[in-house]
Nanobody, 115 residues
Framework: QVQLVESGGGLVQPGGSLRLSCAAS????????MHWYRQAPGKQRDLVAA???????TYADSVKGRFTISRDNAKNTVYLQMNSLKPEDTAVYYC?????????WGQGTEVTVSS
Protein backbone atom coordinates (compact mmCIF):
# COMPACT_ATOMS: atom_id res chain seq x y z
CA GLN A 1 0.00 0.00 0.00
CA VAL A 2 1.94 3.01 1.26
CA GLN A 3 5.60 3.02 0.32
CA LEU A 4 8.23 5.31 1.78
CA VAL A 5 11.85 5.35 0.67
CA GLU A 6 14.47 7.34 2.55
CA SER A 7 17.76 8.46 1.11
CA GLY A 8 20.59 10.85 1.84
CA GLY A 9 22.21 9.26 4.86
CA GLY A 10 25.92 8.78 5.20
CA LEU A 11 29.02 9.65 7.15
CA VAL A 12 29.54 13.25 8.13
CA GLN A 13 31.90 15.03 10.49
CA PRO A 14 30.65 16.87 13.56
CA GLY A 15 29.41 20.29 12.57
CA GLY A 16 28.58 19.11 9.09
CA SER A 17 25.28 18.99 7.27
CA LEU A 18 23.18 16.38 5.61
CA ARG A 19 19.85 16.42 3.82
CA LEU A 20 17.58 13.42 4.04
CA SER A 21 14.76 12.76 1.62
CA CYS A 22 11.75 10.52 1.83
CA ALA A 23 9.79 9.77 -1.30
CA ALA A 24 6.25 8.54 -0.86
CA SER A 25 4.15 6.57 -3.26
CA UNK A 26 0.74 4.94 -3.28
CA UNK A 27 -0.55 7.71 -1.09
CA UNK A 28 -2.36 10.99 -1.43
CA UNK A 29 0.70 12.59 0.07
CA UNK A 30 -0.50 16.13 0.57
CA UNK A 31 -3.23 15.30 3.08
CA UNK A 32 -1.06 13.44 5.59
CA UNK A 33 1.29 14.60 8.28
CA MET A 34 4.82 13.29 7.83
CA HIS A 35 7.36 12.46 10.48
CA TRP A 36 11.05 11.80 10.87
CA TYR A 37 12.17 9.43 13.59
CA ARG A 38 15.57 8.17 14.53
CA GLN A 39 16.85 5.16 16.38
CA ALA A 40 20.36 4.92 17.73
CA PRO A 41 21.90 1.52 18.45
CA GLY A 42 20.39 0.02 21.57
CA LYS A 43 17.92 2.85 22.02
CA GLN A 44 14.26 3.44 21.33
CA ARG A 45 12.95 5.08 18.22
CA ASP A 46 12.25 8.74 18.91
CA LEU A 47 10.44 11.44 17.01
CA VAL A 48 12.78 14.02 15.54
CA ALA A 49 10.48 16.25 13.54
CA ALA A 50 7.00 16.36 12.11
CA UNK A 51 5.17 18.42 9.56
CA UNK A 52 1.43 18.62 9.18
CA UNK A 53 -0.49 18.65 5.94
CA UNK A 54 -0.75 22.40 6.38
CA UNK A 55 2.98 22.86 6.90
CA UNK A 56 3.08 23.27 10.66
CA UNK A 57 6.33 21.87 12.04
CA THR A 58 7.43 20.47 15.37
CA TYR A 59 10.86 19.37 16.55
CA ALA A 60 12.43 17.45 19.34
CA ASP A 61 14.23 19.75 21.74
CA SER A 62 17.52 18.11 20.91
CA VAL A 63 17.39 19.24 17.28
CA LYS A 64 15.64 22.60 17.47
CA GLY A 65 17.55 25.25 15.62
CA ARG A 66 19.62 22.66 13.76
CA PHE A 67 17.15 20.54 11.82
CA THR A 68 14.44 21.65 9.43
CA ILE A 69 11.64 19.49 8.11
CA SER A 70 9.92 20.46 4.91
CA ARG A 71 7.73 18.92 2.26
CA ASP A 72 7.21 19.25 -1.44
CA ASN A 73 3.76 17.97 -2.19
CA ALA A 74 4.30 18.19 -5.93
CA LYS A 75 7.16 15.70 -5.56
CA ASN A 76 5.53 13.59 -2.84
CA THR A 77 8.67 14.08 -0.80
CA VAL A 78 9.50 15.13 2.73
CA TYR A 79 12.97 16.39 3.65
CA LEU A 80 15.04 16.72 6.75
CA GLN A 81 17.82 19.26 6.54
CA MET A 82 20.31 18.57 9.30
CA ASN A 83 22.90 21.17 10.18
CA SER A 84 25.50 21.44 12.92
CA LEU A 85 25.45 17.70 13.33
CA LYS A 86 26.65 16.16 16.55
CA PRO A 87 27.86 12.64 17.31
CA GLU A 88 24.68 12.06 19.29
CA ASP A 89 22.71 12.51 16.07
CA THR A 90 24.11 9.20 14.87
CA ALA A 91 21.18 6.90 14.19
CA VAL A 92 19.07 5.26 11.57
CA TYR A 93 16.57 7.83 10.39
CA TYR A 94 13.09 6.79 9.34
CA CYS A 95 10.27 8.70 7.77
CA UNK A 96 6.72 7.73 8.53
CA UNK A 97 3.17 8.52 7.63
CA UNK A 98 0.06 7.62 9.52
CA UNK A 99 -2.63 6.53 7.11
CA UNK A 100 -5.99 5.15 8.23
CA UNK A 101 -4.70 4.61 11.77
CA UNK A 102 -1.67 2.66 10.54
CA UNK A 103 1.85 3.97 10.87
CA UNK A 104 3.89 3.26 7.74
CA TRP A 105 7.67 3.30 7.78
CA GLY A 106 10.43 3.51 5.28
CA GLN A 107 13.45 1.24 5.40
CA GLY A 108 15.57 3.85 7.12
CA THR A 109 18.77 5.61 6.15
CA GLU A 110 21.87 5.55 8.32
CA VAL A 111 23.47 8.73 9.55
CA THR A 112 26.84 8.55 11.23
CA VAL A 113 28.39 11.67 12.72
CA SER A 114 32.01 11.04 13.52
CA SER A 115 35.42 12.53 13.04
Amino acid sequence: QVQLVESGGGLVQPGGSLRLSCAASRITFSIYAMHWYRQAPGKQRDLVAAISSGGTTTYADSVKGRFTISRDNAKNTVYLQMNSLKPEDTAVYYCSARVAAINYWGQGTEVTVSS
